[in-house]
């Protein structure tokens, strides 16, 4: 029987398990890249609005205003990157199935390749194993961004 190019299969528990891992590493990386970003603007914020007249911004109105619209946006924007990674992380927890494609490699472009006209993203060392039409089967995510598993597979006619 002929299977699908693209499916959907359930998790097992070995899966979620190390797909809720990786999504938690990447919860720590967030925490680092946007969350301390968005503490250290804020106080910086909250600083120069206390003490502007000490730091002679009080004498220039328009440049403290262009200032403070500057920071806030500095720190407005990693506030809701952090937000974007904390929707991710509950998207992955509470995951239970994961798409599986099935195909031909059509394209490999840098880290990027095209299967059933779906890209996915390996790491170098994966994609050093594979060659234009080789026929492989994918397992990643739903969100399409962790990969389970990159299989060689056997071409159904």
Known sequence: MRQPPISLVNLSNEEKDIY????????????????????????????????????????????????????????????????NVILRHRKATNAWQKKVIRGQIQSLDGKIITVANQKIKLSPAEISKWKINDFVIISISTTGDYVFSVEKGVEEN
């Open 20 to 83: 809720a891992l990786a999504s938690r590493k990447n919860l720590m990386k967030g925490i680092y890249i946007y969350l301390i970003p968005f503490v250290v603007f804020g106080c910086v914020v909250a600083y120069i609005n206390m003490y502007s007249e000490k730091l002679g911004l009080y004498d220039h109105p328009d440049f403290s205003e262009w200032l403070n619209v500057g920071l806030v946006f500095l720190t407005i924007l990693p506030a809701r990157f952090f937000v």
